[in-house]
């Protein structure tokens, strides 16, 4: 089994409070199904959308990340599963993509290197 | 664990209107930021993680500290409520009242507060609802459109200029004021309209009507709750309520047709609702004033003591419409006082009523004036005369299961 980690990208907010609660229900039942299937190691944060950068050798701070809205990473969760295709395939009932988000699908760490190093 | 039904819309009323206390009715917009960013909050966070422990707290929490770094930052009047400047331009008083503005008591304080400003002398009755939906029960210009069948563009004209008469009230209505007969007059028309509207409305979506009937139900219990504000005729208003709400379920069959008030399944209404309605019933019945409330609430009462049609005591229900065309004569109420008389002395004696009925002219589309006439021909044996009638109704018919329901009397009129 390999972690994966999802970052959700992306989303317009629900026009209504109701809308919003269908909304947050369903992420709720998408995420409890796959965590009682036992593929959630970590059911991640949501991220602020303001923040820092800070970049280059000067270091420079700056505000931001100022990127389009749709590639803002809004949270993350960790996943567990065997390979990247299982991964992805989980990710397919994710209620982002009605709004038009996106999730990008990361193996995290290298796990052939093993525990020598 | 589920979230609540709706739970997310009426913590929104709440927390509007209990920010809006803070900042002043002038800052509604403010107010609203604020509750909306906490509710994108809220949304992000439990998503992800799953709800709190109590989730009502935990979203007052959210606004309450959103509140007090507003205030902090500004320190001036301009965002703060009159009455409170004082109180929270001092670290001192601050933080106590912003907690005692988020305290279960005034957070229905202020509910109550926010209603009464939204029945604005100077706004129409449809600005009114429009305008209490939208604050105070969280719904969007769009669900608040679909629910009265009007355009996305009309409902927002009509919320936004209904926004700025109230923005410009130098503070949340008073409940104190001498005014407050009069505008709990113009607060009970509201919720009377508004539960009407989900009880007999025109939109096409059930599930919609419904939650008219709860929200005008939920907003009638803030009232009710408050002993210094109840009075009979808010007693009578909640009964009437009650009573007609308990008989919601049996308007529709299994397959969302509208069922005939005489064929409905007596045995379906919900007798909790009866008991507290007719409870409700009992405590208006004091002082001296007879509203239209009480009379409609007797009207239900009879209806709902009757374990079947053939049991109800017509008479009495007459003499009730003849007490109601006295106080507030319209001809919708002229016509169902017609459809009694039918009951009591025969479908000839019904339609000669309604040949009398003095605006006949303002029920030309309403669709259940001649579905009535059809009815009492329908009964008198006149087929063909009836399915006219029918026919003419279906052409009026205002929604999808209006239409099913006069097609099916159409058909009864063939097969007959």
Redesign the interface.
């Given at each position: 089994m390999t972690e994966f980690v999802y970052l959700y990208r992306g989303y317009e907010p629900p026009a209504s409070p109701e809308e919003m609660q269908k909304k947050t229900a369903k992420w709720m039942t998408w995420l409890k199904e796959l965590s009682d299937k036992g593929h959630v190691k970590s059911l991640g944060d949501p991220l602020q959308p303001g923040g820092k950068v800070v970049k280059g050798k000067k270091k420079q701070v700056i505000d931001g990340p100022y990127a389009e809205a749709k590639d803002v990473v809004g949270g993350y969760s960790i996943i567990v599963a065997k390979d990247i295709e299982q991964a992805v395939g989980f990710s397919l009932g994710c209620p982002i993509f009605e709004d038009g988000g996106s999730v990008e699908v990361r193996p995290i760490g290298q796990p052939t290197l093993g525990d020598g190093y | 664990m589920?979230?609540e039904e709706?739970?997310?819309?009426h913590?929104?009323g709440r927390i509007v209107a209990t920010l809006t206390r803070l900042f002043g009715v002038r800052n509604l917009a403010l107010a609203e930021d604020v509750t909306q960013d906490a509710?994108?909050?809220?949304?992000?966070?439990?998503?992800?993680?799953?709800?709190p422990k109590n989730p009502s707290a935990w979203l007052m929490a959210v606004a309450k500290n959103r509140a007090l770094d507003i205030l902090r930052r500004e320190r001036t009047a301009r965002v703060s409520e009159p009455a409170l400047t004082r109180f929270l331009e001092s670290e001192w008083t601050l933080v106590p009242t912003v907690e005692e503005a988020f305290s279960v008591y005034a957070v229905k304080d202020s509910q109550l507060r926010m209603m009464f400003s939204c029945c604005h002398p100077d706004l129409s009755e449809e600005a009114q609802i429009a305008l209490i939906l939208h604050i105070l029960c969280?719904?969007?210009v769009?669900?608040i459109a679909q629910a009265f069948v009007s355009s996305h563009a009309a409902v927002e004209k009509r919320i936004t200029r209904a926004k700025k008469i109230l923005a410009e009230s130098t503070q949340l209505f008073d409940l104190a004021d001498t005014d407050f007969p009069s505008r709990l007059s113009s607060v009970l028309q509201a919720l009377y309209l508004l539960f009407n509207e989900g009880y007999h409305g025109s939109s096409p979506e059930a599930a919609v009507r419904m939650e008219l009937c709860q929200e005008a139900m939920l907003l009638m219990n803030l009232i009710i709750e408050q002993p210094a504000l109840v009075t009979p005729q808010s007693y009578a208003l909640a009964a009437l309520m009650y009573l007609n709400a308990a008989r919601l379920p049996t308007r529709l069959d299994g397959s969302g047709n509208l069922v005939s008030f005489f064929e409905q399944d007596r045995s379906l209404w919900n007798h909790t609702l009866v008991a507290e309605g007719q409870a409700l019933l009992d405590l208006s019945a004091a002082g001296t004033e007879l509203t239209k409330y009480h009379i409609e609430a007797a009207i239900a009462s009879m209806h709902i003591s009757a374990a079947r049609v053939e049991d109800t005591d017509w008479q009495q229900i007459v003499s009730l419409y003849d007490m109601l065309m006295a106080i507030h004569p319209s001809p919708v109420i002229a016509l169902n006082r017609a459809i009694a008389i039918a009951q009591l002395d025969g479908p000839e004696r019904g339609l000669q009523e309604i040949r009398l009925i003095h605006d006949l002219h303002r029920l030309s589309s309403y669709p259940f004036y001649p579905a009535t006439l059809g009815e009492l021909e329908l009964r008198r044996g006149n087929y063909p005369v009836a399915k006219a009638h029918f026919s003419t109704a279906l052409s009026l018919a205002r929604n999808p299961m209006e239409r099913n329901f006069l097609q099916r009397r159409i058909d009864t009129c063939k097969e007959s």
């Open positions: - | 589920d979230i709706h739970f997310f819309r913590e929104f509710f994108c909050r809220a949304m992000e966070t439990w998503k992800l993680r799953g709800l969280g719904f969007s769009k669900e």
